[in-house]
């Protein structure tokens, strides 16, 4: 199929960027959305052009490393689906794609569709683990943990960190991620021990990071390719208060 | 511990203080509302309960439900002028193309339909509250209760009032405002407050809508039966 692309290029940091159209022909619709991109690239180097830079690692879905907004949804317009697991068969001979980078103050644009997601890790810092003693680890059944409770601690720990909430949020806001890191260890017993203090501090690190405030559309969930549910953000809300209140955060 | 003005400035204490202060201002619609639908029986009551909330423990209870409700107003819309001017700083550069999923209407517009709602509610307090505008109808009239009090005539006031066609669409417009923000402000506030429980969030994102359709409604129905003439002098 022949496609014609829109691409966000931006040199720097500190360029201003602008979208940029390219046409690429013979596109097989069995190439992933990034294979694409590695076709549209050596097409570039061959012409003397510079590439388009994008994150990518896995390239199987779960390690949240590639993440661009593909016609205005993160990831594209797949459900649960994460821009190396997009297929070319999703889109048909002829399609306009418009390719940008995340958009968010706390995601600022290194190059192209590249974005420095070092707020993410600087808001698991402030208590996105659990503190335990070293030495010989013990005995995985030590601690019983109900099937219920095991399940919602996975289903919130499926988050891979790849920033698309933040990305399809129309405030930008890191709510569904933060929540989903105080879920997981907020529904274990390892968890508990610093629950108050980690739902303060990762809260307050959200807002210095310059993330905005949830409205509650819920356009996160949505875009979530782990599909991981904004309930999780109500609970992060309610562990915040109560933090607030006990006076432990 | 953090300090309690480092809680007070976060994202997640303006949103809490906007969603408690919102749920208040919602309970006072439904009393609100109430009072209004005694038009439906006649004169007398509407004009007896209106009597019965000024003088309520000597205009006491007047007095405390008002600076109740103004703090609550201030508080709800300082907290949205916050959160709404860091929620843009949040995203300094916007997307040549978006495509919503799931954000509605409603929820997308609430910043709008919100500051509508302020120059509404000044000026529904300026007709019926202060007189100031449209003063040809204001309870000159009086009325005797049963009672044998001379009382304002509320339910004229009203009526005269809701005759003019231009008031009338005013007033109806504005309650499609009220129905717009509470259409997406009643749900989202309970997920604010974090409540999380399987059977009552599906039950919450059911009737919060439901209810805003009820309110807007309720409240138009006093204009509408006047200017149809179901309701009359």
């Known amino acids: 199929m022949n496609l014609r692309l829109h691409i966000w290029r931006q040199a720097g940091p500190n360029d201003t960027g ?59 317009p797949l459900a649960r689906t994460t821009a190396c697991q997009l297929h070319m068969r999703t889109f048909k001979d002829g399609d306009e794609i418009y390719i940008e980078p995340w958009r968010a103050k706390a995601f600022p644009v290194l190059r192209d569709l590249v974005v420095d997601r070092g707020s993410f890790d600087r808001i698991i810092q402030k208590g996105g683990f659990v503190s335990v003693n070293t030495g010989n680890a013990q005995d995985g059944n030590t601690i019983p943990i109900g099937k219920p409770d095991a399940d919602r601690a996975m289903d919130a720990a499926a988050c891979i960190g790849c920033g698309a909430c933040v990305a399809a949020c129309p405030n ?11 879920g997981h ?52 809300n309610r562990d915040f208060v109560a933090s607030a209140l006990g006076g432990k955060g | ?23 208040f201002l919602v309970l006072f619609l439904l009393g609100h509302l109430s009072g209004n639908l005694l038009v439906f029986l006649g004169q007398a009551h509407i004009n007896e309960y209106a009597h019965g909330l000024r003088t309520m423990g000597h205009g006491a209870v007047l007095w405390g ?39 509605t209407l409603a929820s997308r517009t609430m910043l709008y339909s919100g500051l509508l709602l302020i120059t509404y509610v000044l000026y529904h307090l ?8 449209h003063a040809q109808h204001y309870a000159q009239a009086t009325f005797i209760l049963p009672s044998g009090e001379l009382v304002p005539d509320v339910y004229t006031m009203v009526v005269k009032s809701f005759s003019e066609p231009l008031i009338t669409v005013l007033y109806l417009l504005s309650m499609v405002m ?34 805003s359709i009820l309110i807007a409604l309720g409240f138009s129905a006093v204009p509408l039966a006047i200017i149809l003439g179901l309701v009359k002098i």
């Not at chain 1, 959200?206 to 782990?226: I, L, R, S, V």
Request: with cysteine; charged share 20%.
């Open chain 1, 18 to 76: 602008m979208l940029k159209t390219y046409d690429l022909a013979n596109v097989s619709e069995h190439m992933s959305f990034l294979e694409m991109l590695d076709v549209l690239n050596e097409e570039l180097i061959a012409k003397g052009e510079i590439p388009v830079a994008f994150d990518h690692d896995c390239r199987e879905g779960i390690c949240g490393t590639c993440g661009m907004v593909i016609n205005g949804r993160p990831h594209g």
């Open chain 1, 172 to 182: 930008s806001s890191a709510m569904l991620f933060t929540a989903a890191k105080i």
């Open chain 1, 185 to 236: 260890l907020a529904s274990l017993p390892q968890g508990q021990a610093e629950r108050s203090s980690r739902a303060m501090n990762m809260v307050l690190q959200m807002d210095t990071e310059g993330f905005g405030a949830c409205t509650n559309h819920y356009e996160c969930e949505a875009a979530c390719p782990k599909g991981i549910s904004a309930e999780f953000i109500a609970q992060m």
């Open chain 2, 1 to 23: 511990m953090k300090a309690f003005g480092d809680i007070w400035r976060s994202n997640l204490f303006q949103k809490w203080l906007m969603a408690i202060t919102g749920l």
């Open chain 2, 65 to 103: 439900a008002r600076i109740g409700l103004l703090t609550f107003f201030i508080l709800h819309v300082a907290s949205a002028i916050t959160l709404s001017r860091r929620n843009r700083q949040a995203r300094p550069q916007k997307y040549a193309r978006v495509e919503a999923r799931s954000s």
């Open chain 2, 126 to 133: 300026a007709h019926f509250t202060w007189g100031a505008v």
């Open chain 2, 178 to 211: 009220v129905g717009l923000h509470l259409n997406h402000a009643i749900a989202s506030a309970f997920q604010t407050l974090g409540v999380t429980n399987r059977r009552i969030v599906p039950l919450v994102r059911t009737i919060g809508p439901a209810l």
